[in-house]
């Protein structure tokens, strides 16, 4: 699986990027993976986002405060 940018992720999901860390806080969104020592550089598995994605479709999707 290839790697996704936060910006790609926030036009993949159509999420905005305090949207996509909220989400992560609460456990519902997939975490990054340092890319860095420091975790400067942080990227997404291309298949999870898909997966996250098919389960939101799934449940017949949220708002961005997770409200159907």
């Known amino acids: 699986s290839r790697y996704l940018n936060r910006r790609e992720v926030e036009t993949r999901v159509s999420l905005s990027?305090?949207?996509l860390y909220t989400y992560m806080k609460r456990g519902d969104f997939p975490r990054p993976y340092a890319l860095s020592k420091r975790g400067?550089?942080?990227a997404?598995?291309?298949d999870e986002?898909?997966?996250w994605m098919s389960s939101r479709e799934r449940q017949g999707g949220c708002n961005d405060r997770g409200v159907k």
Do not use: L
Request: proline share 0%.
């Open 44 to 46: 997404w598995r291309e």
């Open 49 to 51: 986002i898909e997966s």
């Open 17 to 19: 990027r305090s949207s």
């Open 40 to 42: 400067s550089r942080v």
